[in-house]
């Protein structure tokens, strides 16, 4: 049809121009309710609709795929008022799937117009309002995007300036519009505290709405139309089409003809154009009646789509859609079946479109349909298409059948009835039986229950928007040998709650702590079948930390990730440079546009070009350093001295095996060569002797296609300050202190820069300033605590007074918060422990501190346990870390540490549970660990390094409160679930699937390293 349409193109060119040019094309006219309506039916040549392929030259609107203008709410056509202003808004499906006259760009719809010039009008009116909207905006050639020519009888012409984001206006927007637009300086105060409402207006004492807004406002276009697409949904951000008003300057000449010329800037859409004497900028049914919509229920979109051939065949060319991906057991009833978003949701609760057949149970032989069906659904992964992030939601269908599974007994669960599009890549059926197949009503620790301490597997049972299985009538259970099947221990199932707070749901807790053999194991309950297996003993220990370590070599920056330690995951060096500039700047101010440091004229200006850096630990979807991430070397040093004989050289997989330096060390040590390198050149190119700054960082977020050593963006060391040099100084001292009885060499070395930088702390007083992220210093409070732990680490390291002096001044008013990540128990840990002398009250005092805190811990976690899963949950939480639940207890931790007492080593080993898949989630939130764990966090190298499953060890955000689109990623609705069954697996949903290593790896790290065997 594009095609063709350029053809007819031809056909009214009007110029010697090339086709793409200029067109000329006769309309005709309507009168509709008082108004004119220009006939644009026939005219138009393409779609507000895209295929939901992007950029494959077919489709519609600026074929970008689901980017497009299949909105919830959805479009409302017809010749009617759209939100106060009367247009005839063409639905694509009742005229050939056209319903816009757009014009083209360079790289857009290059085959169309860049100017069309409608004749055979004979109109006149007051006004001319115009439907429409624009997309692909080339900056470059901004800020006009075209005019707009009125063509009169007479021979003249009238011409408006479509300026960008005045007459004519971008369909993405960054709020939702309530058509008003922001008063005018001048606005009388009852207008400005109107928020665009007219009733509020009136209340506050104003008069007359609709003069007021002629007059006190600049507002030329409205919002006819709102609406979030399956992309604009990341952001919570509407697509719309606005109206545009011209007072005609000729009212009393006719019309013929109305042209719209463009720069080629972008695309514009034109929708509808109507001539009236009406202006419908000032009703009151226009203005300040808008309500922003909800946001769409799970599964909208992908009904939308879900008939579209184009968008199938993506899906199944480039492998995205699998079918049915899972098939779990709930109970000797009820199979569930995890299916991907290719389904047809419309059938998603169709009976028909499920059967279950046995070869071996005559009462399945024939298939059996089930007869009941409830659902739970949740965004599942993201990808990058053609620049667009694009979420799928995945959907476990809960089967209730009408008669129950047999032990021994094979069964088969099909897709059938068209739920599926026809294709031999998807899967349709998958075998299971109540012998073999999990049940993930079982919560444990998927990866295991390390010896000595209280182990817990808790039972619930949740199917989305179905009744849960009655669990009362089961009393006992079993422990059975995974690789036997031979029962090793029993006991009994005990109620906790009818509610329990972290997932809403009936819970009960089966206590496995007598359970002393080693070996791989799963607990058996007759008529709901097995979990997950698990492991125990000390290979859960080792297999828990190895996975945590492991999750930190994959985040080193500057580092080659090769053969033998990568597995799949191998990645060329990358982020081994650094920008230094000569004077103490902050790093480029974040998201305030590009710096170069070639640009001589720029204060980013760096002569000489980049330097050599290696060492430090990535975060999540960023390749910055940064000031927090200085609680690793922390935590895992601090982890050692306490418990030397659980670590040794060759316990990893990493590069530095075999050099006769505990692993662990050697992990600490990588995160303390970038500080080496940034003191370094503090020194060198800045003059400051000793002083450190707070890591590097660049002015914006690295995006799809960074992984894998492409990040393009430059890197600059931020400013040295006086705080953040007296962490450094700390981490340099606890380093010589570990390190000298295997490096002496390094040992002094590390003494040396600690002495460095301790000195130059001392004698530069930054004063506060805002901005820990760019390396200033927060506040005198946290200079002072950073300087107590540098003096604490030093008199441990070396003995000498004067550190102690500076201590003891200032320790009782030390705080947490150093560097935005130390704890207070981690500021006076190195005076807690030393082999020193401290004065046995200052010791004895801060060491009742912290057990008074741990003990709030252990209490915290046990009341948790009286209603609920026994572990240190908050009640909820916003963006980050809630999935470390064992970092809220850090002072358990460390209490454990100091004395051994078995309390404290209960709740810290029932917080890592907790995290490892003893949750209402289902699923563990670390990866690579367990049977279901996250498969799509948000990890630049995993965007780009085609492996399908992500580096292990990588610990999600997991569960937040965060999720502005909930009912679009989340059924049922958030509100009706707990909080810690609101965890999805799609990078895009950031405040859930990032990670850090200083919120969650470090700290997990620091608690699995005490369940360790020594």
Same mark, same amino acid.
């Given at each position: 049809?594009?095609?063709?349409?350029?053809?007819?193109?031809?056909?009214?060119?009007?110029?010697?121009?090339?086709?793409?040019e200029?067109?000329?094309?006769?309309?005709?006219?309507?009168?509709?309710?008082?108004?004119?309506?220009?006939?644009?039916?026939?005219?138009?040549?393409?779609?507000?609709?895209?295929?939901?392929?992007?950029d494959?030259?077919?489709?519609?609107w600026?074929?970008?795929?689901?980017?497009?203008?299949?909105?919830?709410?959805p479009?409302?056509?017809?010749?009617k008022l759209?939100?106060?202003?009367?247009?005839?808004?063409?639905?694509?499906?009742?005229?050939?799937?056209?319903?816009?006259?757009?014009?083209?760009?360079?790289?857009?719809?290059?085959?169309?117009?860049?100017?069309?010039?409608?004749?055979?009008?004979?109109?006149?009116?007051?006004?001319?309002?115009?439907?429409?909207?624009?997309?692909?905006?080339?900056?470059d050639?901004?800020?006009?995007?075209?005019?707009?020519?009125?063509?009169?009888?007479d021979?003249?012409?009238?011409?408006?300036?479509?300026?960008?984001?005045k007459?004519l206006?971008?369909?993405?927007q960054?709020r939702w519009?309530?058509?008003?637009?922001?008063?005018t300086?001048?606005?009388p105060?009852?207008?400005?505290?109107a928020?665009?409402?007219?009733?509020?207006?009136?209340?506050?004492?104003?008069e007359?709405?609709?003069?007021?807004?002629?007059?006190?406002?600049?507002?030329?276009?409205?919002?006819?139309?709102?609406?979030?697409?399956?992309?604009?949904?990341?952001?919570?951000?509407p697509?719309?089409?606005?109206?545009l008003?011209w007072?005609?300057?000729?009212?009393?000449?006719t019309?013929?003809?109305i042209s719209?010329e463009?720069?080629?800037a972008?695309?514009?859409?034109?929708?509808?154009?109507?001539?009236?004497?009406?202006?419908?900028?000032?009703?009151?049914?226009t203005?300040?009646?808008f309500?922003?919509p909800?946001?769409?229920?799970?599964?909208?979109?992908?009904?939308?789509?879900?008939?579209?051939?184009?968008?199938?065949?993506?899906?199944?060319?480039?492998s995205?859609?699998?079918?049915?991906?899972?098939?779990?057991?709930?109970?000797?009833?009820?199979?569930?079946?995890?299916?991907?978003?290719?389904?047809?949701?419309?059938k998603?609760?169709?009976?028909?479109?499920?059967?279950v057949?046995?070869?071996?149970?005559?009462?399945?032989?024939?298939?059996?349909?089930?007869v009941?069906?409830?659902?739970?659904?949740?965004?599942?992964?993201?990808?990058?298409?053609?620049?667009?992030?694009q979420?799928?939601?995945?959907?476990?269908?809960h089967l209730?059948?009408?008669?129950?599974?047999k032990?021994?007994?094979?069964?088969?669960v099909?897709?059938?009835?068209?739920?599926?599009?026809?294709?031999?890549?998807?899967t349709?059926?998958?075998?299971?039986?109540?012998?073999?197949t999990?049940?993930?009503?079982?919560?444990v620790?998927?990866?295991?229950?390390?010896?000595g301490?209280?182990k817990?597997?808790?039972?619930?049972?949740?199917?989305g928007?179905?009744?849960?299985?009655?669990?009362?009538?089961?009393?006992?259970?079993?422990?059975?040998?995974?690789?036997?099947?031979k029962?090793?221990?029993?006991?009994?199932?005990v109620?906790?709650?009818d509610?329990d707070?972290?997932g809403?749901?009936?819970?009960?807790?089966?206590?496995?702590?007598?359970?002393?053999q080693?070996?791989e194991?799963y607990?058996?309950?007759?008529?709901?079948?097995?979990?997950?297996s698990?492991?125990?003993?000390?290979?859960?220990?080792d297999?828990?930390?190895?996975?945590?370590?492991?999750?930190?070599?994959?985040?080193?920056?500057?580092?080659?990730m090769?053969?033998?330690?990568?597995?799949?995951?191998?990645?060329?060096?990358a982020?081994?440079?650094?920008?230094?500039?000569?004077e103490?700047?902050?790093?480029?101010?974040?998201?305030?546009?590009?710096?170069?440091?070639?640009?001589?004229?720029?204060?980013?200006?760096?002569?000489g070009?980049?330097?050599?850096?290696?060492?430090?630990?990535y975060?999540?979807g960023?390749?910055?350093?940064?000031?927090?991430h200085?609680n690793?070397?922390?935590f895992l040093?601090?982890l050692?001295?306490?418990?030397?004989?659980k670590?040794?050289d060759?316990?990893?997989?990493?590069p530095?095996?075999?050099?006769?330096?505990?692993?662990?060390?050697?992990?600490?040590?990588?995160?303390?060569?970038?500080?080496?390198?940034?003191?370094?050149?503090?020194?060198?190119?800045?003059?400051?002797?000793?002083?450190?700054?707070?890591?590097?960082?660049?002015?914006?977020?690295?995006?799809p296609?960074?992984?894998m050593?492409?990040?393009p963006?430059?890197y600059?060391?931020?400013k040295?300050?006086?705080?953040?040099?007296?962490?450094?100084?700390?981490?340099?001292?606890?380093?010589?202190?570990?390190?000298?009885p295997?490096?002496?060499?390094?040992?002094a070395?590390? /003494?040396?820069?600690? *002495?460095r930088? %301790?000195a130059? @702390? +001392? $004698?530069?007083?930054?004063?506060? =300033?805002? &901005?820990?992220?760019?390396?200033?210093?927060?506040?005198?409070q946290?200079?002072l605590?950073?300087?107590?732990?540098?003096?604490?680490?030093l008199?441990?390291?070396?003995?000498?007074?004067?550190?102690?002096?500076?201590?003891?001044?200032?320790?009782?008013?030390?705080?947490?918060?150093?560097a935005?990540?130390?704890?207070?128990?981690?500021?006076?840990?190195?005076?807690?422990?030393?082999?020193?002398?401290?004065?046995?009250?200052?010791?004895?005092?801060?060491?009742?501190e912290?057990?008074?805190?741990?003990?709030?811990?252990?209490e915290?976690?046990?009341e948790?346990?009286k209603?609920?899963?026994?572990?240190?949950?908050?009640?909820?939480?916003?963006w980050?870390?809630?999935?470390?639940?064992?970092?809220?207890?850090e002072?358990?931790?460390?209490?454990y /540490?100091?004395?051994g *007492?078995?309390? %404290?080593?209960? @709740? +810290? $080993?029932t917080?890592v549970?907790f =995290?490892l &898949?003893?949750?209402?989630?289902?699923?563990?939130?670390?990866?690579?660990?367990?049977?279901v764990?996250?498969?799509?966090?948000?990890n630049?190298?995993?965007?780009?390094?085609?492996?399908?499953?992500?580096?292990?060890?990588?610990?999600?955000?997991?569960?937040?409160?965060?999720?502005?689109?909930s009912?679009?990623?989340?059924?049922?609705?958030?509100?009706?679930?707990?909080f810690?069954?609101?965890?999805?697996?799609?990078?895009?949903?950031?405040?859930?699937?990032?990670?850090?290593v200083?919120?969650t790896?470090?700290?997990?790290?620091f608690?699995?390293?005490i369940?360790?065997?020594?």
């Amino acid at each position: 049809m594009r095609r063709l349409w350029g053809l007819i193109v031809l056909a009214f060119a009007f110029c010697a121009l090339s086709s793409v040019e200029a067109v000329e094309l006769k309309v005709s006219q309507k009168k509709l309710e008082g108004h004119i309506v220009v006939e644009l039916r026939d005219v138009m040549n393409s779609s507000c609709y895209d295929d939901g392929v992007s950029d494959n030259g077919e489709g519609g609107w600026t074929d970008e795929g689901t980017n497009d203008f299949h909105t919830y709410p959805p479009l409302e056509f017809g010749a009617k008022l759209h939100r106060g202003y009367f247009f005839d808004f063409v639905d694509p499906e009742e005229n050939n799937g056209k319903n816009l006259v757009m014009t083209g760009t360079e790289k857009c719809w290059p085959d169309l117009p860049r100017t069309v010039k409608l004749t055979g009008l004979k109109a006149r009116g007051k006004f001319v309002f115009v439907m429409h909207s624009e997309g692909r905006t080339r900056r470059d050639r901004a800020p006009t995007g075209g005019k707009l020519k009125l063509h009169y009888a007479d021979g003249g012409n009238a011409e408006l300036n479509l300026r960008m984001g005045k007459e004519l206006s971008g369909w993405y927007q960054g709020r939702w519009w309530n058509n008003y637009e922001e008063p005018t300086p001048d606005a009388p105060e009852a207008m400005k505290k109107a928020d665009g409402m007219p009733e509020k207006f009136e209340a506050l004492g104003g008069e007359n709405w609709a003069e007021a807004v002629l007059k006190y406002t600049t507002a030329v276009r409205w919002p006819v139309t709102q609406g979030i697409n399956d992309i604009s949904r990341n952001w919570n951000s509407p697509v719309v089409f606005w109206a545009l008003k011209w007072e005609n300057p000729r009212p009393d000449k006719t019309i013929t003809g109305i042209s719209l010329e463009s720069t080629g800037a972008c695309v514009i859409g034109v929708a509808a154009i109507t001539i009236t004497d009406k202006d419908f900028s000032l009703d009151r049914q226009t203005i300040g009646t808008f309500q922003r919509p909800q946001t769409p229920p799970v599964g909208y979109f992908a009904e939308v789509w879900g008939s579209n051939s184009a968008r199938t065949r993506q899906l199944l060319e480039q492998s995205w859609s699998k079918g049915m991906r899972d098939v779990q057991i709930r109970s000797d009833r009820i199979v569930t079946v995890h299916v991907d978003q290719i389904a047809g949701f419309g059938k998603l609760k169709d009976a028909a479109c499920y059967v279950v057949r046995s070869q071996d149970d005559p009462d399945f032989r024939q298939g059996v349909h089930p007869v009941k069906i409830s659902r739970f659904s949740k965004a599942a992964r993201c990808r990058w298409i053609s620049g667009q992030q694009q979420t799928y939601v995945d959907h476990w269908m809960h089967l209730e059948m009408p008669r129950p599974f047999k032990l021994g007994k094979t069964y088969q669960v099909e897709l059938v009835g068209g739920i599926l599009p026809e294709s031999d890549k998807l899967t349709r059926s998958m075998s299971f039986s109540l012998d073999e197949t999990p049940n993930p009503s079982f919560k444990v620790n998927q990866v295991g229950y390390s010896a000595g301490r209280k182990k817990l597997v808790y039972l619930s049972s949740y199917l989305g928007d179905g009744e849960p299985v009655d669990l009362e009538p089961f009393k006992t259970f079993e422990v059975r040998d995974a690789k036997t099947g031979k029962k090793v221990y029993e006991g009994p199932i005990v109620k906790v709650s009818d509610r329990d707070p972290q997932g809403f749901d009936k819970l009960y807790v089966l206590d496995i702590s007598e359970l002393d053999q080693e070996g791989e194991f799963y607990v058996w309950v007759d008529g709901l079948g097995r979990s997950y297996s698990f492991l125990n003993g000390d290979v859960a220990a080792d297999e828990m930390y190895r996975l945590s370590h492991t999750g930190l070599l994959f985040q080193r920056s500057g580092f080659e990730m090769k053969q033998p330690w990568a597995g799949k995951w191998e990645r060329p060096m990358a982020h081994d440079k650094i920008y230094v500039t000569v004077e103490n700047l902050n790093s480029p101010p974040f998201g305030k546009g590009s710096v170069d440091p070639d640009d001589e004229n720029s204060d980013y200006y760096v002569p000489g070009g980049a330097r050599e850096i290696h060492g430090g630990h990535y975060d999540a979807g960023d390749y910055d350093l940064r000031p927090m991430h200085i609680n690793v070397p922390e935590f895992l040093m601090s982890l050692y001295e306490a418990c030397p004989k659980k670590f040794y050289d060759g316990q990893m997989n990493i590069p530095e095996n075999n050099n006769g330096v505990p692993d662990i060390l050697d992990e600490a040590a990588w995160n303390l060569l970038s500080l080496e390198y940034i003191q370094d050149y503090a020194t060198e190119v800045r003059g400051l002797d000793g002083g450190v700054a707070p890591g590097m960082e660049t002015y914006t977020h690295p995006g799809p296609g960074a992984g894998m050593g492409k990040d393009p963006l430059p890197y600059y060391m931020r400013k040295v300050t006086s705080c953040f040099t007296f962490t450094a100084s700390a981490a340099f001292a606890q380093a010589a202190r570990a390190f000298k009885p295997f490096d002496e060499e390094r040992a002094a070395r590390y /003494l040396g820069r600690a *002495e460095r930088a %301790y000195a130059y @702390a +001392v $004698a530069h007083d930054d004063g506060p =300033s805002r &901005g820990l992220g760019q390396g200033q210093d927060p506040s005198p409070q946290h200079r002072l605590s950073a300087w107590c732990w540098a003096a604490g680490q030093l008199y441990s390291t070396t003995g000498e007074p004067e550190y102690l002096d500076a201590f003891l001044q200032r320790y009782k008013s030390a705080r947490g918060g150093v560097a935005g990540s130390l704890s207070r128990w981690a500021v006076l840990w190195p005076m807690m422990t030393t082999a020193r002398d401290v004065a046995p009250e200052v010791r004895q005092e801060m060491k009742e501190e912290l057990l008074k805190a741990a003990d709030r811990g252990v209490e915290w976690v046990e009341e948790n346990g009286k209603k609920g899963y026994r572990a240190s949950t908050p009640k909820g939480g916003g963006w980050g870390g809630t999935s470390c639940v064992v970092k809220n207890i850090e002072a358990v931790t460390r209490a454990y /540490l100091l004395t051994g *007492e078995q309390k %404290y080593l209960d @709740a +810290v $080993a029932t917080s890592v549970d907790f =995290s490892l &898949g003893m949750n209402p989630s289902e699923m563990s939130w670390m990866t690579g660990a367990g049977s279901v764990c996250p498969m799509d966090p948000c990890n630049i190298n995993s965007f780009d390094d085609d492996v399908e499953e992500p580096s292990p060890g990588i610990l999600i955000y997991g569960p937040t409160n965060y999720w502005q689109d909930s009912r679009s990623i989340l059924y049922p609705d958030k509100a009706k679930m707990g909080f810690y069954r609101r965890v999805v697996d799609g990078w895009r949903f950031i405040p859930g699937c990032e990670y850090t290593v200083w919120e969650t790896q470090a700290p997990f790290l620091f608690g699995v390293g005490i369940l360790l065997p020594d």
